[in-house]
């Protein structure tokens, strides 16, 4: 499913290099240096909790469930995050723990407005996935869908 983004620009070279320094304080700082090779930074919009659900995270396994047995995806749609570490097979499991306590806490935050929604998207010929944020993506996919209204997330985008 293509996932359009709305109100999409380049980003100023101002909020390039704060992105850039944030990115570099990540497990993805790899991704500085495809912006320092030349690939396009721009930011937008996902406008509704529909395109927000079907966006890919950067997850393949979460705990003992994998996406690939699951959904027949190499990675996980933000709509299927909660699904998969809510199963019986990672109740158990520490990474499946941490990852749910983080989005707990990311609830607490956003619904207090304490979070801040830094999330960078990466675009390919395969589509967009969720290269940094994807646990702020499914607090505010989980929120929004708790409380039934759509939201718009705002995004960057890394193309290369």
């Given at each position: 499913?293509?996932?359009?983004?709305?109100?999409?620009?380049?980003?100023?070279?101002?909020?390039?290099?704060?992105?850039?320094?944030?990115?570099?304080?990540?497990?993805?700082?790899?991704?500085?240096?495809?912006?320092?090779?030349?690939?396009?930074?721009?930011?937008?919009?996902?406008?509704?909790?529909?395109?927000?659900?079907?966006?890919?995270?950067?997850?393949?396994?979460?705990?003992?469930?994998?996406?690939?047995?699951?959904?027949?995806?190499?990675?996980?749609?933000?709509?299927?995050?909660?699904?998969?570490?809510?199963?019986?097979q990672?109740?158990?499991?520490?990474?499946?723990?941490?990852?749910?306590?983080?989005?707990?806490?990311?609830?607490?935050?956003?619904?207090?407005?304490q979070?801040?929604?830094?999330?960078?998207?990466?675009e390919?010929?395969?589509?967009?996935?969720?290269?940094?944020?994807?646990?702020?993506?499914?607090?505010?996919?989980?929120?929004?869908?708790e409380?039934?209204?759509?939201?718009?997330?705002?995004?960057?985008?890394?193309?290369?």
């Open positions: 499913m293509k996932i359009d983004i709305i109100n999409r620009i380049d980003c100023a070279p101002d909020e390039i290099s704060r992105l850039k320094e944030y990115l570099q304080k990540t497990q993805v700082n790899w991704v500085v240096k495809c912006i320092d090779n030349g690939a396009r930074v721009s930011k937008g919009e996902i406008q509704g909790l529909s395109a927000l659900g079907n966006l890919k995270t950067f997850w393949s396994d979460l705990g003992d469930v994998s996406s690939i047995k699951e959904h027949g995806s190499e990675k996980f749609s933000v709509n299927q995050v909660m699904d998969a570490l809510s199963k019986p990672n109740m158990d499991n520490a990474n499946a723990k941490k990852a749910l306590s983080k989005i707990n806490e990311y609830s607490r935050r956003l619904a207090s407005g979070l801040e929604l830094i999330i960078t998207l990466i390919t010929n395969n589509g967009l996935m969720i290269i940094d944020g994807n646990s702020r993506a499914v607090t505010y996919f989980e929120h929004y869908k409380i039934e209204e759509s939201g718009c997330l705002p995004v960057f985008i890394i193309a290369y």
